[in-house]
């Protein structure tokens, strides 16, 4: 089975803090992502990383960043907490560079900035 | 565009009746993938099924079927014989060619399943 982990299911920070979540995941998988899912506006790609140390830019990265040093971890950054970066942060994993094959996704991390 | 639309927001069944999802979808590939997941109130997005283009063939997993219409650019799921177990959002998804590597998603249909 494909595990996807991330360091925290829930996180309260306050406005201004730098914030990392953390994703691990044990198949071997090349590629990982980050999303966000908020109400009304579903779930939009923040980063994309197809190897270590690669990354791509997604729908909406400004005010985050993104760490990948080891192949099964791949960190995002907040560098400057705000309000609105209060969300569910999902994080998935892809076997291969082949868009088409299956993203699996760890459980969530609801996020919350005061 | 390319999109995936779930015209149903909210659907509410009793145990034991079957549900059907909708989905339709919008693509300029001419061969592409279209998949399912679900969210159960814990959070976690699970994946359910991955399809692509060149097979329209139902298909059925114990109470779960999937019904894929080119024709109507339409990938529906039905489960059978609903639990309460069942409820969950449910979401289906497309990764467009030219789309960054991201899979589009569609808003979601939340369905709950009273006893």
């Known amino acids: 089975d494909v595990k996807v982990t991330q360091s925290s299911r829930y996180l309260v920070k306050r406005t201004g803090e730098k914030v990392f979540l953390e994703c691990v995941q044990d198949?071997?998988?090349?590629?990982m992502f980050w999303y966000r899912q908020d109400p009304g506006l579903g779930l939009r790609l923040i980063y994309f990383s197809y190897d270590v140390k690669m990354k791509e830019k997604g729908d909406i990265p400004e005010g985050y960043s993104v760490s990948r040093e080891k192949k099964e971890r791949f960190s995002l950054i907040l560098e400057s907490a705000s309000t609105n970066q209060t969300s569910m942060y999902l994080c998935?994993?892809?076997?291969?560079?082949?868009?088409?094959?299956?993203?699996?996704f760890g459980p969530g991390t609801r996020l919350t900035v005061l | 565009a390319q999109k995936v639309t779930q015209a149903q927001t909210e659907i509410s069944v009793v145990e034991k009746e079957d549900v059907t999802l909708d989905c339709v979808y919008e693509t300029r590939d001419t061969t592409y993938y279209l998949f399912w997941y679900k969210q159960p109130p814990s959070g976690e997005l699970v994946f359910l099924i991955r399809?692509?283009?060149?097979?329209?063939q139902n298909e059925i997993s114990g109470r779960y079927s999937w019904n894929f219409q080119k024709s109507t650019s339409s990938f529906n799921f039905t489960i059978t014989a609903s639990q309460v177990v069942d409820s969950a959002v449910y979401f289906c998804a497309h990764p467009p060619k030219g789309g960054s590597e991201k899979l589009v998603f569609g808003k979601g249909t939340k369905l709950t399943v009273n006893p």
């Open positions: 399809r692509n283009s060149f097979d329209e």
């Open positions: 998935a994993s892809r076997t291969s560079g082949a868009r088409t094959d299956t993203q699996y």
């Open positions: 198949m071997d998988h090349e590629n």
